[in-house]
């Protein structure tokens, strides 16, 4: 299983960046799948989830309202779009998926993980 991120960059704040994760070996529609991040000098956390069969997202409470989990069927890739983008939301995004299938949010831990995607956000 391979998961790839790419979109991240350099934007101000008040701006949107949407990313994507191209997975291959793994659907994004069978498995439960996951943003995480990890800012810097912080532990990684979640972002966002979005189950396998119903599609039922979550987030987590800093994104809320401002950031969107999907997912293309049909060319396998999970997206996150982040808008209205804070200083806070800086830092390594990935990209996870859990192996099981037909697996919900929240997941028992995801097992598979993309390299990450920077997103800097500047003041």
């Known amino acids: 299983v391979q998961l790839v991120e790419s979109g991240g960059g350099l934007v101000q704040a008040g701006g949107s960046l949407r990313l994507s994760c191209a997975a291959s070996?793994?659907?994004?529609?069978?498995?439960?799948m996951a943003w995480y991040r990890q800012a810097p000098g912080k532990e990684r956390e979640e972002v966002s989830c979005?189950?396998?069969?119903?599609?039922?997202?979550n987030y987590a409470d800093s994104v809320k309202d401002r950031f969107i989990i999907y997912r293309d069927n049909a060319k396998n890739i999970l997206y996150l779009q982040m808008n209205d983008l804070k200083f806070e939301d800086t830092g390594v995004y990935y990209c996870a998926g859990d192996r099981v299938e037909g697996s919900t949010c929240p997941t028992a831990g995801m097992n598979y993980w993309g390299k990450g995607t920077l997103v800097t956000v500047s003041p």
């Open positions: 070996g793994a659907s994004v529609t069978s498995n439960a």
């Open positions: 979005i189950s396998s069969s119903d599609g039922v997202t």
